[in-house]
């Protein structure tokens, strides 16, 4: 019974010891992680105005502000800029006299109509520079036509290399082309300008003129002298996008020549300078604006 007891023992302790040996050790290892945080506290301020509680603001906000302020400022910028250019168009009707068809036309008014085209730009807060083209349509005051009674122009004439030609008929009715450079001023609704302007009149008056030595060819012989002149007026605004206005044009004309392509010949051998005055009234509507 001891023998077993002996032998029992043993063989625990062998197992134990075999098993300790065979048996690898785990080693854990732990990390602390420390965390440091900032935490922001407000502080109120007590104001001496019956204990009014007042913020004071972080630094975060900072940032913020900065952005909308610049933000605000570029889009003011860029409207200012589209704004400072305005274009448009107009239309009216004037009245015209001119010094050489005065004996003609017994002093009579020329009426007409026009349309135009006008750009500008804002040269400073209340200055502006304006460029316009206009076409002008102005009815006759006379006639004069050789076919239907007698004239003072009628009879032969010779060009310089002794052709004939047989006049026919004259009359002022004609078209006019005009472009002005006017600087105004803006107070309030009104736009007082003064401008520098340039016209074509296209006058014409017809001749019979030979054709294979027969006089039996009616030809046109057309004006086409430009001329300076000065403007000047006012505009009123009487909504957002209209304008009306009145303007005085005058230009000085060094001659009045009718010429024809084909014949060295015309019939107004003067040096003298007409004059030429307009008196217009139109509404304009502001495209842009």
């Known amino acids: 019974m001891f023998l077993k007891t002996i032998i029992f023992i043993f063989t625990i302790l062998s197992l134990q010891f075999t098993a300790q040996k065979r048996k690898t050790d785990t080693v854990f290892l732990y990390e ?3 965390v440091y945080d900032t935490v922001y506290l407000e502080k109120a301020v007590k104001s001496r105005f019956n204990d009014v509680q007042i913020s004071l603001p972080t630094v975060k906000d900072q940032p913020v502000e900065n952005r909308i302020f610049k933000a605000r400022k570029t889009t003011t910028t860029k409207k200012t800029f589209l704004q400072s250019f305005q274009y448009g168009m ?4 004037g009245f015209k006299n001119t010094t050489w068809a005065r004996e003609l036309n017994n002093d009579k008014q020329q009426f007409g109509e026009n349309l135009g085209i006008w750009v500008s730009k804002s040269v400073s807060q209340n200055l502006y520079l304006l460029l316009s083209a206009n076409v002008y349509r102005w009815n006759s005051t006379f006639d004069l036509d050789a076919n239907k009674e007698e004239t003072y122009l009628d009879g032969f004439y010779f060009t310089q290399d002794s052709q004939p030609l047989l006049f026919q008929r004259f009359n002022n009715k004609h078209f006019e082309y005009t472009a002005q450079l006017k600087v105004l001023y803006e107070w309030k609704k009104f736009r007082p300008f003064v401008g520098f302007a340039v016209n ?3 006058y014409k008056m017809q001749f019979l003129v030979p054709e294979n030595q027969v006089l039996n060819k009616l030809d046109d012989f057309k004006s086409k002298n430009f001329n300076l002149g000065f403007s000047f007026g006012l505009q009123y605004q009487i909504l957002p996008k209209i304008m009306i206005s009145a303007d005085y044009q005058q230009f ?25 005055r307009k008196l217009n009234f139109g509404i304009s509507y502001s495209i842009s604006r």
């Open 200 to 202: 074509r009149n296209s």
């Open 32 to 34: 602390k992680v420390i």
């Open 90 to 93: 107009e239309g009216g009707v």
């Open 252 to 276: 000085s004309l060094n001659n009045l020549s009718l010429k024809n392509s084909s014949f060295d010949f015309d019939i107004f051998k003067t040096n003298n300078t007409f004059a030429e």
